[in-house]
């Protein structure tokens, strides 16, 4: 069965000596898992419209186990993500969350739409790494259901007017006064809170529209960062990686 896609390559591997084994992230079928035969020879016109971070159109043949693709033609390439190791390096941290929040046969429109910006943002860096980082993160988990109580102290209801705490895994929102009754130190000072009700409820178009101190990312940051974690279970080895490039 032969099918037309739009897609982005979000991961690639070696499978042989000169197939390669890619996954697609699509709008209409989550990911897709497609071989690329003859992928790693050079004047293979299909290797460079199915490398990493390339957003292209592919038509795709289903044999009885797996996808093939049968040709493929580039849309975008963000090439600015290649100009240095600090943009590559966040590109593959995007790219790993998105495989673990997608799945096959599942649709993502959102997902795909979110991943694009982002890689576009950082490719022409538009807003500081931290700052991108934090928005994919904590946009992905709210689109895979699980955004945080952002609106006001989960105890008292106080909406501002000083520091919060969220918990990383209850996504429990306190303020100061309720967070020492809880034993908790308050973790996100108000910038960081406006931040984070921002890429959580914001429409697509001006999610990436606001700015931030330096001592407010770093707080955002390290939030966004655990509450990932505590929902995942696990710290993706992206992510190590990228820490080593930012401090």
């Given at each position: 069965?032969?099918?037309?896609?739009?897609?982005?390559?979000?991961?690639?591997?070696?499978?042989?000596?000169?197939?390669?084994?890619?996954?697609?992230?699509?709008?209409?079928?989550?990911?897709?898992?497609?071989?690329?035969?003859?992928?790693?020879?050079?004047?293979?016109?299909?290797?460079?419209?199915?490398?990493?971070?390339?957003?292209?159109?592919?038509?795709?043949?289903?044999?009885?186990?797996?996808?093939?693709?049968?040709?493929?033609?580039?849309?975008?390439?963000?090439?600015?993500?290649?100009?240095?190791?600090?943009?590559?390096?966040?590109?593959?941290?995007?790219?790993?969350?998105?495989?673990?929040?997608?799945?096959?046969?599942?649709?993502?429109?959102?997902?795909?739409?979110?991943?694009?910006?982002?890689?576009?943002?950082?490719?022409?860096?538009?807003?500081?790494?931290?700052?991108?980082?934090?928005?994919?993160?904590?946009?992905?988990?709210?689109?895979?259901?699980?955004?945080?109580?952002?609106?006001?102290?989960?105890?008292?209801?106080?909406?501002?007017?000083?520091?919060?705490?969220?918990?990383p895994v209850a996504g429990r929102l306190l303020c100061a006064d309720c967070a020492a009754k809880e034993h908790r130190a308050p973790n996100l000072d108000p910038g960081a809170l406006y931040a984070l009700r921002h890429i959580c409820l914001a429409e697509d178009a001006k999610l990436f529209n606001f700015t931030l101190t330096d001592q407010s990312q770093r707080r955002l940051g390290?939030?966004?960062?655990?509450?990932?974690?505590?929902?995942?279970?696990?710290?993706?080895?992206?992510?190590?990686?990228?820490?080593?490039?930012?401090?």
């Amino acid at each position: 069965m032969n099918s037309t896609t739009k897609g982005l390559v979000i991961r690639e591997q070696t499978t042989g000596e000169n197939d390669r084994l890619v996954t697609l992230l699509t709008a209409d079928h989550g990911l897709v898992r497609a071989f690329v035969r003859g992928g790693k020879q050079l004047k293979n016109r299909r290797a460079a419209a199915t490398s990493l971070f390339c957003y292209g159109e592919f038509a795709l043949y289903r044999g009885r186990d797996a996808y093939t693709v049968d040709s493929a033609a580039p849309i975008e390439v963000f090439f600015g993500l290649r100009q240095d190791i600090d943009r590559l390096a966040a590109a593959q941290y995007f790219a790993q969350l998105s495989y673990e929040l997608a799945a096959e046969e599942q649709p993502a429109p959102e997902l795909l739409r979110l991943l694009l910006n982002t890689l576009y943002m950082t490719a022409e860096q538009k807003r500081p790494l931290r700052q991108l980082k934090a928005i994919y993160e904590m946009r992905t988990m709210t689109q895979a259901g699980y955004m945080p109580g952002v609106l006001a102290c989960d105890v008292c209801a106080r909406y501002d007017g000083c520091d919060f705490y969220l918990d990383p895994v209850a996504g429990r929102l306190l303020c100061a006064d309720c967070a020492a009754k809880e034993h908790r130190a308050p973790n996100l000072d108000p910038g960081a809170l406006y931040a984070l009700r921002h890429i959580c409820l914001a429409e697509d178009a001006k999610l990436f529209n606001f700015t931030l101190t330096d001592q407010s990312q770093r707080r955002l940051g390290r939030v966004c960062e655990q509450y990932v974690a505590a929902h995942l279970d696990y710290q993706p080895k992206s992510l190590e990686f990228l820490h080593g490039v930012l401090e």
